[in-house]
């Protein structure tokens, strides 16, 4: 896992990492176009991780902190690169970069449906609240 570097998005990744996404991440969200991502740089350019292998994106977590909590969205990992340390090596950073802005605990955003991603959920560390649902209300129509 040396050759495996992580870095914060800068605005030239843009479009890279949506097309990333496209080919890497389960499902889609209302905020996966290019304003919605600059936004999130905008507002905390450390948030969006990358993981880069031989110069090519192998994987992206977002990790944002809101002074409360701290919220981890898109680990998305390419089939590429899975199984070998990327989602370790995102979530490590992730958690440092909490750690160090005073968050006290993670949570992530994930799909039900995503069996493999449970399986790296789990293995970091991170256990279901069955307790809790999402609820959502779209701001534009």
Same mark, same amino acid.
């Given at each position: +896992?040396?050759?495996?570097?992580?870095?914060? =998005? *800068? &605005?030239?990744?843009?479009?890279?990492?949506?097309?990333?996404?496209?080919?890497? #991440?389960?499902?889609?969200?209302?905020?996966?176009?290019? $304003?919605?991502? @600059?936004?999130?740089?905008?507002?905390? &350019?450390?948030?969006?991780?990358? *993981?880069?292998?031989?110069?090519?994106?192998?994987?992206?977590?977002? =990790? !944002?902190?809101?002074? %409360?909590?701290?919220?981890?969205?898109?680990?998305?990992?390419?089939?590429?690169?899975?199984?070998?340390?990327? /989602?370790? =090596?995102?979530?490590? @950073? $992730?958690?440092?970069?909490? @750690? /160090?802005? !005073?968050?006290?605990? !993670?949570? /992530? +955003?994930?799909?039900?449906?995503?069996? &493999? @991603?449970?399986? *790296?959920?789990? #293995? *970091?560390?991170?256990? &279901?609240?069955?307790?809790?649902?999402? %609820?959502?209300?779209?701001?534009?129509?």
């Amino acid at each position: +896992m040396n050759d495996l570097r992580i870095r914060t =998005a *800068a &605005p030239a990744d843009l479009d890279t990492v949506l097309a990333f996404w496209k080919e890497a #991440a389960e499902g889609t969200s209302i905020s996966d176009d290019r $304003a919605g991502v @600059a936004r999130l740089l905008d507002r905390d &350019p450390e948030s969006l991780l990358l *993981a880069e292998r031989d110069g090519a994106l192998a994987g992206t977590v977002i =990790a !944002g902190f809101d002074g %409360w909590r701290c919220h981890l969205y898109r680990l998305a990992v390419h089939p590429g690169h899975r199984r070998r340390g990327v /989602a370790t =090596a995102l979530l490590t @950073a $992730a958690e440092e970069r909490f @750690a /160090a802005l !005073g968050g006290r605990r !993670g949570d /992530a +955003m994930v799909l039900n449906e995503n069996e &493999p @991603a449970h399986h *790296a959920w789990s #293995a *970091a560390g991170y256990e &279901p609240q069955p307790q809790w649902s999402r %609820w959502v209300k779209p701001l534009r129509r």
